[in-house]
């Protein structure tokens, strides 16, 4: 199996890893521009200033960048996709007796092109594989010719990145996200010694039992001048750092993979997600023209997924409670730092899951190292995803993406499941949409990916005419949004676990605009048909056209999603043949699909902002999954609540905790058990009479020892309004030269319109910029009222602005700032 992974001769530099005996992160000192080129001599020849040879103009950008950081979600254009340069002079200075200069990319969309000085160096099609550039011979002719005076000993490198529309490569453009470009993943410069590893493969094997494992190691090299013989050096140790294996041997380097180790672990720490335990490996190539080092990590773990039932851990069944995840962000896009990574992971640990799947692409190394240490388990797939099937080069494109995703994440313990494909029943990209083609191609996927590695199991989602093919099925089920009720889920549900041997659900859930609240959330389930099935269809994401549904007619109120997520995972705790299932998705993205969503270009099913900013369905999560004790009164972003004076009115309350306590306004209102079959919110509900005023709502939850308290402040509205007639605006100051503005609708008597959703505009005028574009509910400059309110900041720059605020059929509302 190891074998011909290492013979397809993958590219999978381990750094930060230290494969490499040194590596430097390149994030400074770059420039940009976002536009094509005549030619990389454009980007290097001597300007004159003044002259025509000055523009056009650059931009100094830090790394990682994405050509789409704002436009991805601009309201009013379409995003970027075509060519970008990007040029920076490196420091040369190889420590190595021939040894290699090399430029490690760990992702960069989606075709790039590598040049030292004019000489191209290195091309590469696919925007989530890792891959080197070796500058070597390129270096050397550089700083030897007439040029390099120019530079003062520094090398001058250009980087053309392009994310154009292809319709031979993947993702398809017709994806539900957007395609982005740029070297948004971090770029390395390495320097090695003439051999190095290129690649180290370590497969660790336990029974179900946990008696026994084994470990096999395997590699390639990296060889240019083919050095015969190296002595290789490896040290394993325990998650407690012992050593438990030191081996060191000469051995013959060869252009094939080499299998030159293997030991057995008797009663081997575990990996789980409730002790993720990893074990390291330090490994050293010596040669006489220096050391190369590798390090990394693994885990022993086994699983299993029941025919027609659920999956097993170490022997245990584990319910597998997961989200999804695109490499997006507000103000980045995919240029995501390990900060920002680390920060979004570790929300997804504490809300409780225990597996993630990874779509629609390999995502960053980071990823996949906090998965492994945090204890979530990964689904990963290539980006085949919708469109159809196109030629050669297509083809060719998967393979290779499939090759390299496997064989640069083969040693992470959290990968379970590698993905083939998503949504390849969805045609569009070609004239000629072919199934017996296309189940063709995903059935040579599937035995490549077996033969890359054969502990693993393979997956796709939706597309019924492959579910054979693959050893775990997922089906399209959004009971509830796309069609049917909600309350149809565990019905559909234990169809699809009866219909293929192996079944996990990915993708449920629903769409709400962060901010809108309701006091009737379901009233408009009545109009939708039920027994029509709960899978989503052509056209179904759409905003009009086609049957009642939810996706179309609800409110996309935090408040429907909650129910909806609160009752499936009810639901799943009395299915015991469910494997498990992942919710789409955990933060909100950018696509350039819905245009006319809340808040234009994102879909907006995150149970976090695209800020990261939790919604209230995060914590609806944390009452099913989280251990740690915790409570949350619903609605912390609902300012308002609305009804007739002294009409009954409910406070619930997600809570993991056994009990609940409600405090009102410092009187008890007694204590409620927990019973997750008590819906909604496991019985923590109180129906209270409530009559205008202010509110201050209190809660205290216990379990043992331990308490979760959580508090929250509204007034309840009693005035009736009428039609809307008028924006007001008020300002908030924020600190550091900013002032957020806050509009809210009301009537001719002043009267907020609580269940107002109107588009708002925004602009400014004078000194001041909008801090729009971010793809949230608070960060764009078209976007629908939450309760008849919205708001947004604005940087004054140390100046005098003016806000306008725009409402079709409403005068236009202004603050001078």
């Known amino acids: 199996m190891i074998r011909n992974l290492l013979l397809f001769g993958f590219i999978a530099c381990l750094i930060p890893s230290a494969q490499a005996q ?165 770029v390395n410069l390495v320097y090695t010694p003439a051999l190095s590893i290129d690649q180290l493969h370590i497969q660790a094997q336990v029974d179900e039992q946990g008696k026994q494992g084994s470990v096999a190691f395997s590699a390639v090299f990296r060889n240019p001048l083919h050095t015969t013989q190296a002595t290789l050096e490896i040290l394993v140790q325990d998650p407690q750092q012992q050593t438990i294996q030191q081996w060191s041997q000469q051995i013959n380097i060869t252009d094939a993979e080499q299998i030159f180790h293997r030991f057995m672990v008797k009663k081997p720490a575990l990996w789980s997600p409730a002790r993720p335990q990893l074990y390291s490996v330090q490994a050293r190539l010596k040669t006489a023209t220096g050391t190369a080092t590798w390090s990394g990590e693994f885990g022993f773990r086994h699983f299993e997924f029941v025919d027609h039932g659920p999956f097993k851990l170490n022997g245990q069944r584990l319910l597998l409670q997961g989200t999804h995840r695109h490499e997006d962000g507000a103000g980045v896009a995919a240029a995501l730092t390990e900060d920002m990574i680390r920060q979004e992971m570790l929300l997804i640990k504490n809300m409780g899951a225990n597996f993630i799947r990874l779509g629609h692409y390999q995502q960053s190394r980071t990823v996949l190292h906090l998965c492994d240490s945090l204890g979530i388990l990964v689904w990963e797939e290539i980006p085949w995803c919708r469109g159809g099937l196109g030629g050669d080069v297509y083809k060719d494109q998967a393979r290779r993406m499939l090759r390299n995703m496997i064989g640069q994440h083969y040693n992470h313990p959290a990968v379970i499941l590698w993905g083939l494909g998503n949504e390849n029943d969805w045609p569009g990209d070609f004239p000629e949409f072919d199934k017996q083609k296309i189940h063709a191609f995903m059935s040579e996927l599937n035995a490549l990916a077996h033969q890359l590695d054969s502990t693993r199991k393979t997956t796709i989602r939706r597309c019924d005419f492959c579910k054979d093919i693959v050893d775990v099925y997922s089906p399209s089920i959004w009971a509830g949004w796309y069609r049917g009720r909600y309350t149809e889920y565990k019905e559909e549900t ?53 049957m009642a549904r939810a996706s179309k007619d609800g409110d996309w109120s935090e408040t429907y999603a909650c129910n909806l997520i609160d009752w499936h995972l009810k639901e799943q705790e009395t299915i015991p043949q469910l494997t498990g299932s992942a919710y789409w998705i955990f933060k909100d993205f950018s696509t350039p699909l819905r245009p006319e969503n809340p808040v234009p270009y994102v879909n907006q099913k995150g149970v976090v902002g695209r800020d990261l900013t939790p919604k209230e369905a995060y914590y609806v999560f944390q009452s099913y999954w989280a251990a740690k004790p915790m409570a949350h009164i619903y609605g912390h972003t609902w300012p308002i609540r609305w009804g007739k004076d002294g009409e009954e009115k409910m406070i619930w309350v997600y809570s993991n905790c056994p009990e609940v306590e ?49 508090a929250v402040s509204f007034t309840y509205q009693t005035a009736s309004w009428g039609k809307p007639a008028k924006l007001i605006l008020e300002k908030t100051a924020a600190g550091n030269d900013t002032v957020v503005v806050n509009i809210k609708l009301a009537d001719a008597q002043n009267v907020l319109c609580l269940d107002a959703k109107d588009y708002v505009s925004f602009s400014a005028a004078g000194s001041g910029t909008l801090i729009d574009d971010l793809g949230t509910s608070n960060g764009s400059r078209r976007v629908q009222l939450m309760n008849g309110q919205a708001r947004i900041s604005i940087r004054l720059n140390k100046g005098q602005s003016v806000v306008g605020a725009t409402v079709q059929g409403v005068p236009d509302g202004f603050i001078t700032l």
């Open 22 to 186: 040194q590596h430097t992160r390149l994030t400074q000192s770059w420039q940009f521009l976002r536009e094509d080129l005549g030619s990389v001599w454009e980007a290097v020849r001597p300007a004159t200033e003044g002259s025509p040879e000055s523009v056009p103009l650059w931009e100094n950008v830090t790394l990682p960048h994405c050509f789409n950081a704002r436009d991805a979600v601009d309201p009013d254009i379409n995003y970027y996709e075509g060519p970008g340069w990007y040029r920076t002079t490196l420091d040369i200075s190889n420590p190595y007796e021939q040894g290699r200069t090399l430029l490690h990319f760990e992702g960069a969309g989606q075709k790039t092109d590598v040049y030292v000085y004019t000489t191209k160096v290195a091309s590469h099609t696919g925007g989530y594989d890792e891959w080197t550039a070796d500058l070597t011979e390129a270096v050397q002719q550089f700083l030897q010719s007439p040029d390099a005076k120019r530079y003062k000993g520094k090398v001058p490198v250009e980087i053309r990145c392009s994310n154009a529309r292809d319709v031979e490569k993947i993702p398809s453009d017709m994806s539900d996200f957007n395609v982005y470009g740029g070297l948004y993943r971090y």
């Open 494 to 546: 234990l169809k699809a676990i009866a219909d293929v041997p192996h079944f996990f659900h990915a993708e449920w859930g629903a769409d709400s605009h962060q901010g809108r609240h309701a006091e009737l959330p379901e009233q408009f389930v009545k109009q939708i048909a039920t027994g029509k099935g709960a899978d989503e269809r052509t056209g179904d994401f759409a905003l009009t056209g086609g």
């Open 662 to 710: 409600l405090f009102v306004n410092g009187k008890s209102y007694g204590v409620k058990k927990r019973n997750s079959q008590d819906f909604p919110a496991a019985g923590l509900r109180w129906n209270l009479p409530m009559h205008k005023g202010n509110y201050d709502v209190k809660v205290v939850a216990r379990k043992g020892k331990e308490t979760a308290t959580d």
